[in-house]
Nanobody
Framework: QVQLVESGGGLVQTGGSLRLACEAS????????MGWFRQAPGKGREFVAT????????YYAESVKDRFTISRDNAKNTVYLQMNKLKPEDTAVYYC?????????????????WGRGTQVTVSS
């Protein structure tokens, strides 16, 4: 099975940047659809971004479009989320998800594997 571990979260001021990483082990994820989701207190898990195996198909939630960039380095078995111009409303636990048999997905239920999350806090 695949294990996913997120890292890179922390506390940042409004307008700052963070780079999250999702490192996979147990299996190669080079052919997996991967995605980032987030969950704020009192809310469900929200779609952030998704990327297919080649990086040729990328989609973002409207709330993060033009500020966040998802990418992957299949040689390192890692997916990244570069977050710029952060806002307080970006504060959440960020989760990495993955699955086979699908190019990409913005639906939480489509993902088979999940990391345990990394906290991102943006101060006003």
């Amino acid at each position: 099975q695949v294990q996913l571990v997120e890292s890179g979260g922390g506390l940042v001021q409004t307008g700052g940047s963070l780079r999250l990483a999702c490192e996979a082990s147990g299996r190669t994820i080079s052919t997996y659809a991967m995605g980032w989701f987030r969950q704020a207190p009192g809310k469900g898990r929200e779609f952030v971004a998704t990327i297919n195996w080649s990086g040729g198909n990328i989609y973002y939630a409207e709330s993060v479009k033009d500020r966040f960039t998802i990418s992957r380095d299949n040689a390192k078995n890692t997916v990244y989320l570069q977050m710029n111009k952060l806002k307080p409303e970006d504060t959440a636990v960020y989760y990495c998800g993955g699955r086979t048999g699908l190019s990409y997905s913005y639906r939480e239920g489509d993902y088979y594997y999940w990391g345990r999350g990394t906290q991102v806090t943006v101060s006003s």
